[in-house]
C-alpha cells in the first residue's frame, strides 16, 4: 500500500475516533449527573489527535529508517554476495533491481538486478507491511485509550489546546529549522571543498576553469575573482543602470503627476513585469535582445563580438527588476510629509523642483534600501545568466564582452555528470555560501538604513 | 526674470516627459515580450499532417493479433517492422523523399491507431500523420526551394491538413519537436505545487498564527522573526542547494550511510523544496491579514467566554482567511514560475512519460521550457515560445484570482 493511501486510512480511523468521543460525550452530557467539563466536540478532537498523530509520526520515523533495514536485509541474503563491493555499482544494481520488481517491463537493465528483483521486491513488500500493521494497531491502540479516558470532569479542552500550542510552536519553528538548514548545509559542504582547496585561492584566485582541476593543486582553477566580479558587473551596474533610472522615474511619474486613471491601469501592468517568470526572461534575453546585442557590437567594428554578452542578460536583468525599485521608491515617496512638499509648492517651486529638491533627498534612505535589495536581488538571480550569460569567467570592463556570474557556475557545476565528493561540485556550495553570506549582508543594511530613516519622521 | 521662469517651465515639462517615457518604455518592453513570444509561439499551437494512404496488409505486415491485447503490444509492432512500413508508404504516395516528409514519430501514430483498432491491418486505409519539421518550416515559409515545391504540390493535392495540435496538450517530451507535448510537464508542476501547497499553506498559516496572536516577545520570537524576513530574501537557487544536500545528500554516522532522505527529480523533493521557498511570502501576508482584524473582535469573543484558541480559530482566521488566501496564490504562482532550484534537485531528466505519482521522476513546465530552449533544433523555438504563453496564462488566471478575491472578500473597517 502507497504512504498517501496509508495517511487517507489514518485520517479516516480519526475521524471514526472524533465521531466516537463525541457520541460518548453526548451520553454523558444527556445522562445529567454531572455536567461535561469540555464541550462534546473537543472531546473528538482529543481522541482524533490521539488516533492520528501517534501513527503518523510512527511512518514518518518508519519512512526514514526502513530503506537503511531493508538493504541490510538484502545484503546479508546469500543471493546478494555477488554484488560488487564498490558502494556505487552495488547501489546502482540495487536501484535497477528496485525498478524492475516495480515494472518487469523495464528494459535494459543489469542481468543481475534483473535475478535480484524477487528479493528486492519481496524485502520492500515485507518492510511496508510491517510499517503498516504497525501504524494500524498504534491507532486502534492509541485511539482506544483516549476514548475510554472521556469522563464529564475529563479535561479535554486543555489537553487539545495544549497540543495544538505545541503544533503552532512547531511549525514557527520551521523557519528557523529552515535558515539552520541553509546554513549548516552551505557551511559543511565549503569546508569540505576548502579541505581540497584553500581558502585564500578560491575567495583571491583570478583563474576560474572548472573543467580541467589539476589534481595536485585545484585550487589554481577554481579562483572566484571573476565570478564576483561577473556577478557585480551584471548584477550591480548593467542591471541597476536600467533599473533605478527607470524604477525610480516611474514611481515619481506615477505617484505626482499622473491622473487617478493612469495610475490605476499603469501599476499594475508595471507589476505585471515582477510576475514575468524569470525563465521567460531567460529565454528572451537569449534569443532576442542577445542576437541584438551582438549585431549592435558588430556594428561598433567588432566581428567577433560574443553573442553571450554581459550587456544583453544585465539588460534585461534591469527591467525585471523595476518594478521592484518602482515599488519600493513609491513607498518611501509616499512616507514623506505632505506638509514637506506643500510647503516647497507653496513657495513657487515647480513639481519637479520641490521632487527632486524636496522629496528624493528627503526619502533618499529608503530608496537607497530599496536599491541595495534589488542589487540583492540581482545577484541572486539565475535563470536569466543562465540562458543569456556566457560560462567563460573573464574580468572586464566591456559589456559587450561576455562574463558569467556565480549563480551561472552554480548551476553549472552541478548540472554536470560529477560525483558527489569531487572539488568540483563542492565549489558549488562554496559559492553558494559566498552568495548567501553577501545578500544576507545586504539585506541587514538594507532594513537597518529603512530602521534609522523611519525614526525620523515619527 | 521671463526667461528664467521659462527655463525653469521647461525644465518640468522635460522631467516630466522623462517620467512619462519611462514608465511608458516599461509597459512597451513588456508588450513586446508578449508580442515576441506569441509571434513566435502561435504556430506551436497548430499542427501540419498529411493524410497518409496506407495498407498494411499489401505491404505484408504481420503481426499476430493476440499480442496486441498485451502490455508487449508496442514491442511486437516495433519488431514487425511498422517504422518501415509507413515509411515505405510515404515514398510511394510523396515521392521519392516521401519518407522525409513525415516526422520521425508518424509511425507511432499508426501503431496507436492498430492498437485501437486491429482491422486496419487487413484492408487500405488513410492515417493523419504529422508532417517533419523540415516540411513545417517549408510550410511557414522557411527553407529549400525544392521542398517548397513539394508543399506546395501536395497542398494542390489536398493532402495537407491544418489544425489546432492536440498532441502538444496531450503528449510529453520526445526529442522530435513535431511530437512534443506539455502534459509530462503539467502534470508535474501540479503535483509539486500540490505537495508545496499541502505543505507551506498549514506551516505558514500556523506560524503566523503564532507569531501574530500567541508568541511571548522574548529573543526565541525575535529570532523567528529575524529568519523569516530573511529567508524571504534568500536568493531562490540556495533552496535548491539546501535540497540537494540536505534531501538528496547523503550522511555516515557511526559508520552507517543514510541514504537520500527523498527519491531524486521527482515532484516530492521539488515540491518541498518549493514550499520551503514560499513559506515566508505566506507567513508575511497572513501576518499582515491576521493584524487587519480589529482587536474589538477578540475582546468581544474574550468577553463572552472563549478561549484564546477559541477565539482565533473560530473569529480572527475566518475573518482574516481573504488576505492569507490572496497572499497564499501569489506564492503559489512565485513557486510554478520557480526554474532555478529546480534545476539543482535534477528535475531536468527527459521525461517521455508522466509522473504517475509523487515519487515518480518527472520534470515542470518552466525546467521544460528550458531545456526546449536549449534544443538546436528550429522546430524547437515555436514549441519554446507555447509553452510560454501557456505557463503565463497560468500565471495570469492565478494573479487575477487573487486580485478578485482581495477585491470581493476585503473588509474595511
Same mark, same amino acid.
Given at each position: 500500500?502507497?504512504?498517501?493511501?496509508?495517511?487517507?486510512?489514518?485520517?479516516?480511523?480519526?475521524?471514526?475516533?472524533?465521531?466516537?468521543?463525541?457520541?460518548?460525550?453526548?451520553?454523558?452530557?444527556?445522562?445529567?449527573?454531572?455536567?461535561?467539563?469540555?464541550?462534546?466536540?473537543?472531546?473528538?478532537?482529543?481522541?482524533?489527535?490521539?488516533?492520528?498523530?501517534?501513527?503518523?509520526?510512527?511512518?514518518?520515523?518508519?519512512?526514514?529508517?526502513?530503506?537503511?533495514?531493508?538493504?541490510?536485509?538484502?545484503?546479508?541474503?546469500?543471493?546478494?554476495?555477488?554484488?560488487?563491493?564498490? %558502494?556505487?555499482?552495488?547501489?546502482?544494481?540495487?536501484?535497477?533491481?528496485?525498478?524492475?520488481?516495480?515494472?518487469?517491463?523495464?528494459?535494459?537493465?543489469?542481468?543481475?538486478?534483473?535475478?535480484?528483483?524477487?528479493?528486492?521486491?519481496?524485502?520492500?513488500?515485507?518492510?511496508?507491511?510491517?510499517?503498516?500493521?504497525?501504524?494500524?494497531?498504534?491507532?486502534?491502540?492509541?485511539?482506544?485509550?483516549?476514548?475510554?479516558?472521556?469522563?464529564?470532569?475529563?479535561?479535554?479542552?486543555?489537553?487539545?489546546?495544549?497540543?495544538?500550542?505545541?503544533?503552532?510552536?512547531?511549525?514557527?519553528?520551521?523557519?528557523?529549522?529552515?535558515?539552520? *538548514?541553509?546554513?549548516?548545509?552551505?557551511?559543511?559542504?565549503?569546508?569540505?571543498?576548502?579541505?581540497?582547496?584553500?581558502?585564500?585561492?578560491?575567495?583571491?584566485?583570478?583563474?576560474?576553469?572548472?573543467?580541467?582541476?589539476?589534481?595536485?593543486?585545484?585550487?589554481?582553477?577554481?579562483?572566484?575573482?571573476?565570478?564576483?566580479?561577473?556577478?557585480?558587473?551584471?548584477?550591480?551596474?548593467?542591471?541597476?543602470?536600467?533599473?533605478?533610472?527607470?524604477?525610480?522615474?516611474?514611481?515619481?511619474?506615477?505617484?505626482?503627476?499622473?491622473?487617478?486613471?493612469?495610475?490605476?491601469?499603469?501599476?499594475?501592468?508595471?507589476?505585471?513585469?515582477? *510576475?514575468?517568470?524569470?525563465?521567460?526572461?531567460?529565454?528572451?534575453?537569449?534569443?532576442?535582445?542577445?542576437?541584438?546585442?551582438?549585431?549592435?557590437?558588430?556594428?561598433?567594428?567588432?566581428?567577433?563580438?560574443?553573442?553571450?554578452?554581459?550587456?544583453? %542578460?544585465?539588460?534585461?536583468?534591469?527591467?525585471?527588476?523595476?518594478?521592484?525599485?518602482?515599488?519600493?521608491?513609491?513607498?518611501?515617496?509616499?512616507?514623506?510629509?505632505?506638509?514637506?512638499?506643500?510647503?516647497?509648492?507653496?513657495?513657487?517651486?515647480?513639481?519637479?523642483?520641490?521632487?527632486?529638491?524636496?522629496?528624493?533627498?528627503?526619502?533618499?534612505? *529608503?530608496?537607497?534600501?530599496?536599491?541595495?535589495?534589488?542589487?540583492?536581488?540581482?545577484?541572486?538571480?539565475?535563470?536569466?545568466?543562465?540562458?543569456?550569460?556566457?560560462?567563460?569567467?573573464?574580468?572586464?570592463?566591456?559589456?559587450?564582452?561576455?562574463?558569467?556570474?556565480?549563480?551561472?557556475?552554480?548551476?553549472?557545476?552541478?548540472?554536470?555528470?560529477?560525483?558527489?565528493?569531487?572539488?568540483?561540485?563542492?565549489?558549488?556550495? %562554496?559559492?553558494?555560501?559566498?552568495?548567501?553570506?553577501?545578500?544576507?549582508?545586504?539585506?541587514?543594511?538594507?532594513?537597518?538604513?529603512?530602521?534609522?530613516?523611519?525614526?525620523?519622521?515619527? | 526674470?521671463?526667461?528664467?521662469?521659462?527655463?525653469?517651465?521647461?525644465?518640468?515639462?522635460?522631467?516630466?516627459?522623462?517620467?512619462?517615457?519611462?514608465?511608458?518604455?516599461?509597459?512597451?518592453?513588456?508588450?513586446?515580450?508578449?508580442?515576441?513570444?506569441?509571434?513566435?509561439?502561435?504556430?506551436?499551437?497548430?499542427?501540419?499532417?498529411?493524410?497518409?494512404?496506407?495498407?498494411?496488409?499489401?505491404?505484408?505486415?504481420?503481426?499476430?493479433?493476440?499480442?496486441?491485447?498485451?502490455?508487449?503490444?508496442?514491442?511486437?509492432?516495433?519488431?514487425?517492422?511498422?517504422?518501415?512500413?509507413?515509411?515505405?508508404?510515404?515514398?510511394?504516395?510523396?515521392?521519392?523523399?516521401?519518407?522525409?516528409?513525415?516526422?520521425?514519430?508518424?509511425?507511432?501514430?499508426?501503431?496507436?491507431?492498430?492498437?485501437?483498432?486491429?482491422?486496419?491491418?487487413?484492408?487500405?486505409?488513410?492515417?493523419?500523420?504529422?508532417?517533419?519539421?523540415?516540411?513545417?518550416?517549408?510550410?511557414?515559409?522557411?527553407?529549400?526551394?525544392?521542398?517548397?515545391?513539394?508543399?506546395?504540390?501536395?497542398?494542390?493535392?489536398?493532402?495537407?491538413?491544418?489544425?489546432?495540435?492536440?498532441?502538444?496538450?496531450?503528449?510529453?517530451?520526445?526529442?522530435?519537436?513535431?511530437?512534443?507535448?506539455?502534459?509530462?510537464?503539467?502534470?508535474?508542476?501540479?503535483?509539486?505545487?500540490?505537495?508545496?501547497?499541502?505543505?507551506?499553506?498549514?506551516?505558514?498559516?500556523?506560524?503566523?498564527?503564532?507569531?501574530?496572536?500567541?508568541?511571548?516577545?522574548?529573543?526565541?520570537?525575535?529570532?523567528?522573526?529575524?529568519?523569516?524576513?530573511?529567508?524571504?530574501?534568500?536568493?531562490?537557487?540556495?533552496?535548491?542547494?539546501?535540497?540537494?544536500?540536505?534531501?538528496?545528500?547523503?550522511?555516515?554516522?557511526?559508520?552507517?550511510?543514510?541514504?537520500?532522505?527523498?527519491?531524486?527529480?521527482?515532484?516530492?523533493?521539488?515540491?518541498?523544496?518549493?514550499?520551503?521557498?514560499?513559506?515566508?511570502?505566506?507567513?508575511?501576508?497572513?501576518?499582515?491579514?491576521?493584524?487587519?482584524?480589529?482587536?474589538?473582535?477578540?475582546?468581544?469573543?474574550?468577553?463572552?467566554?472563549?478561549?484564546? @484558541?477559541?477565539?482565533?480559530?473560530?473569529?480572527?482566521?475566518?475573518?482574516?482567511?481573504?488576505? @492569507?488566501?490572496?497572499?497564499?496564490?501569489?506564492?503559489?504562482?512565485?513557486?510554478?514560475?520557480?526554474?532555478?532550484?529546480?534545476?539543482?534537485?535534477?528535475?531536468?531528466?527527459?521525461?517521455?512519460?508522466?509522473?504517475?505519482?509523487?515519487?515518480?521522476?518527472?520534470?515542470?513546465?518552466?525546467?521544460?521550457?528550458?531545456?526546449?530552449?536549449?534544443?538546436?533544433?528550429?522546430?524547437?523555438?515555436?514549441?519554446?515560445?507555447?509553452?510560454?504563453?501557456?505557463?503565463?496564462?497560468?500565471?495570469?488566471?492565478?494573479?487575477?484570482?487573487?486580485?478578485?478575491?482581495?477585491?470581493?472578500?476585503?473588509?474595511?473597517?
Amino acid at each position: 500500500m502507497n504512504g498517501f493511501a496509508l495517511c487517507f486510512v489514518i485520517l479516516g480511523l480519526g475521524l471514526i475516533g472524533w465521531l466516537t468521543a463525541r457520541a460518548r460525550a453526548l451520553r454523558f452530557d444527556r445522562g445529567g449527573r454531572k455536567r461535561l467539563h469540555s464541550l462534546p466536540a473537543q472531546h473528538g478532537w482529543y481522541a482524533a489527535a490521539w488516533t492520528v498523530l501517534p501513527p503518523l509520526l510512527f511512518l514518518a520515523v518508519w519512512s526514514a529508517i526502513s530503506p537503511g533495514m531493508v538493504r541490510q536485509t538484502i545484503l546479508r541474503n546469500p543471493a546478494a554476495a555477488q554484488l560488487s563491493d564498490f %558502494a556505487f555499482e552495488r547501489d546502482s544494481v540495487l536501484a535497477q533491481a528496485r525498478a524492475v520488481a516495480e515494472n518487469p517491463y523495464a528494459g535494459d537493465v543489469d542481468p543481475l538486478a534483473r535475478r535480484l528483483a524477487p528479493l528486492v521486491g519481496a524485502t520492500r513488500s515485507r518492510y511496508a507491511w510491517i510499517g503498516t500493521l504497525v501504524a494500524a494497531l498504534l491507532a486502534f491502540a492509541a485511539g482506544a485509550y483516549a476514548i475510554t479516558r472521556i469522563r464529564p470532569d475529563f479535561r479535554a479542552r486543555s489537553q487539545v489546546e495544549r497540543t495544538l500550542m505545541m503544533t503552532l510552536l512547531v511549525a514557527s519553528l520551521i523557519a528557523i529549522l529552515t535558515t539552520l *538548514g541553509i546554513f549548516v548545509s552551505l557551511f559543511w559542504e565549503s569546508l569540505r571543498f576548502f579541505g581540497h582547496v584553500p581558502i585564500t585561492d578560491f575567495l583571491f584566485g583570478t583563474h576560474w576553469s572548472p573543467q580541467v582541476i589539476d589534481a595536485k593543486d585545484p585550487g589554481a582553477s577554481l579562483g572566484a575573482v571573476p565570478l564576483f566580479w561577473g556577478t557585480f558587473f551584471i548584477g550591480a551596474v548593467i542591471a541597476m543602470l536600467v533599473a533605478i533610472p527607470f524604477g525610480l522615474m516611474s514611481a515619481v511619474y506615477l505617484t505626482q503627476y499622473a491622473s487617478p486613471t493612469t495610475r490605476r491601469w499603469m501599476k499594475p501592468t508595471l507589476e505585471m513585469l515582477a *510576475g514575468v517568470p524569470t525563465v521567460v526572461y531567460g529565454y528572451f534575453a537569449a534569443l532576442t535582445v542577445a542576437p541584438a546585442m551582438r549585431q549592435f557590437a558588430v556594428l561598433l567594428g567588432d566581428p567577433y563580438a560574443s553573442s553571450e554578452s554581459a550587456l544583453a %542578460a544585465g539588460l534585461v536583468m534591469g527591467v525585471m527588476i523595476i518594478p521592484f525599485v518602482s515599488s519600493m521608491a513609491d513607498d518611501s515617496l509616499a512616507a514623506v510629509p505632505t506638509a514637506m512638499r506643500d510647503g516647497s509648492l507653496a513657495m513657487g517651486a515647480t513639481t519637479s523642483e520641490t521632487i527632486s529638491k524636496v522629496l528624493v533627498p528627503a526619502a533618499l534612505p *529608503g530608496v537607497v534600501a530599496g536599491v541595495l535589495l534589488a542589487v540583492s536581488r540581482a545577484i541572486g538571480e539565475t535563470m536569466i545568466v543562465v540562458m543569456a550569460a556566457s560560462g567563460a569567467a573573464t574580468i572586464t570592463l566591456n559589456p559587450l564582452e561576455s562574463a558569467t556570474t556565480v549563480t551561472k557556475q552554480i548551476v553549472d557545476l552541478l548540472t554536470g555528470e560529477a560525483e558527489f565528493d569531487s572539488p568540483k561540485t563542492l565549489a558549488a556550495f %562554496a559559492l553558494g555560501l559566498t552568495l548567501f553570506v553577501i545578500t544576507l549582508l545586504l539585506n541587514i543594511v538594507a532594513l537597518r538604513v529603512v530602521k534609522k530613516y523611519r525614526e525620523a519622521y515619527e | 526674470m521671463q526667461r528664467r521662469i521659462r527655463r525653469r517651465y521647461a525644465a518640468e515639462r522635460r522631467f516630466r516627459v522623462l517620467g512619462a517615457g519611462a514608465v511608458i518604455l516599461s509597459a512597451a518592453f513588456l508588450g513586446f515580450l508578449l508580442f515576441t513570444m506569441v509571434a513566435q509561439g502561435w504556430r506551436g499551437f497548430t499542427t501540419t499532417e498529411l493524410a497518409l494512404p496506407i495498407d498494411l496488409h499489401a505491404a505484408g505486415f504481420h503481426v499476430e493479433r493476440a499480442r496486441l491485447n498485451t502490455p508487449a503490444a508496442d514491442l511486437a509492432l516495433a519488431s514487425a517492422g511498422l517504422e518501415d512500413a509507413v515509411e515505405n508508404a510515404a515514398t510511394s504516395a510523396f515521392g521519392p523523399d516521401g519518407a522525409t516528409l513525415i516526422a520521425p514519430s508518424a509511425w507511432t501514430v499508426l501503431r496507436a491507431a492498430v492498437k485501437r483498432d486491429p482491422a486496419i491491418l487487413e484492408r487500405r486505409t488513410v492515417v493523419r500523420v504529422p508532417a517533419s519539421t523540415a516540411f513545417d518550416r517549408a510550410l511557414a515559409g522557411e527553407g529549400t526551394p525544392a521542398m517548397k515545391a513539394t508543399v506546395a504540390r501536395l497542398q494542390r493535392a489536398g493532402m495537407v491538413v491544418r489544425g489546432f495540435n492536440w498532441t502538444f496538450l496531450s503528449e510529453s517530451d520526445s526529442t522530435d519537436p513535431v511530437a512534443v507535448g506539455i502534459w509530462g510537464a503539467l502534470k508535474g508542476s501540479l503535483l509539486t505545487m500540490a505537495i508545496t501547497f499541502l505543505i507551506a499553506f498549514p506551516v505558514g498559516v500556523l506560524s503566523a498564527i503564532y507569531l501574530e496572536e500567541y508568541a511571548p516577545k522574548n529573543r526565541w520570537t525575535d529570532l523567528i522573526e529575524v529568519s523569516i524576513n530573511n529567508l524571504a530574501a534568500v536568493p531562490s537557487i540556495i533552496f535548491g542547494l539546501l535540497g540537494l544536500a540536505v534531501f538528496l545528500g547523503t550522511w555516515e554516522i557511526g559508520g552507517r550511510v543514510f541514504g537520500p532522505m527523498l527519491p531524486r527529480s521527482a515532484p516530492l523533493v521539488g515540491g518541498v523544496t518549493l514550499a520551503l521557498m514560499i513559506m515566508p511570502v505566506i507567513v508575511i501576508a497572513s501576518r499582515n491579514a491576521i493584524k487587519g482584524v480589529p482587536p474589538s473582535i477578540r475582546d468581544a469573543a474574550l468577553g463572552i467566554g472563549a478561549s484564546p @484558541i477559541q477565539v482565533v480559530f473560530h473569529h480572527v482566521l475566518p475573518l482574516a482567511m481573504p488576505g @492569507i488566501l490572496t497572499g497564499t496564490i501569489i506564492g503559489m504562482a512565485r513557486a510554478l514560475g520557480e526554474t532555478a532550484p529546480l534545476l539543482l534537485i535534477g528535475m531536468r531528466a527527459f521525461i517521455v512519460t508522466p509522473p504517475d505519482g509523487v515519487t515518480d521522476p518527472a520534470t515542470v513546465l518552466p525546467v521544460q521550457i528550458f531545456l526546449w530552449s536549449d534544443e538546436v533544433s528550429r522546430g524547437f523555438v515555436e514549441k519554446t515560445s507555447a509553452a510560454i504563453l501557456v505557463l503565463l496564462a497560468v500565471l495570469l488566471a492565478m494573479n487575477g484570482l487573487a486580485i478578485y478575491l482581495r477585491n470581493k472578500f476585503e473588509t474595511r473597517w
